[in-house]
């Protein structure tokens, strides 16, 4: 089998990316989904998201109290809240998408 590597200006080795693609079965190939599958992944990606709003709002709530403003701390926990709402209408509607769409996951 011919290697097929090229060098770069700092004579490292660089493969093609259809050969860095082989063997690597743990990523998602988005072209192949269905357009049910990209929505479900979608609303699994926005879910993660939030949780990471959720977790920086903790601490900007903390922080905000610590430094002598509690109802600016008060007012961050509102909008934490609200974003644990939010998670809680996507996965009662990523629930309905995986019954109605036959698929546990994706």
Do not use: C, W
């Amino acid at each position: 089998m011919e290697e097929d590597t090229k060098m770069t200006i700092d004579g490292k080795s660089k493969r093609r990316k259809s050969e860095l693609n082989q063997g690597h079965h743990d990523h998602v190939h988005h072209a192949r989904l269905t357009a049910k599958e990209k929505m479900i992944i979608r609303l699994e990606h926005l879910m993660d998201h939030n949780r990471q709003h959720e977790t920086t709002y903790a601490k900007l709530a903390e922080e905000a109290a610590s430094n002598g403003a509690p109802e600016a701390g008060q007012h961050i926990q509102y909008a934490k809240a609200l974003t644990e709402t939010q998670n809680q209408s996507l996965e009662k509607a990523l629930a309905n998408l995986r019954i109605r769409f036959g698929r546990h996951s994706v």
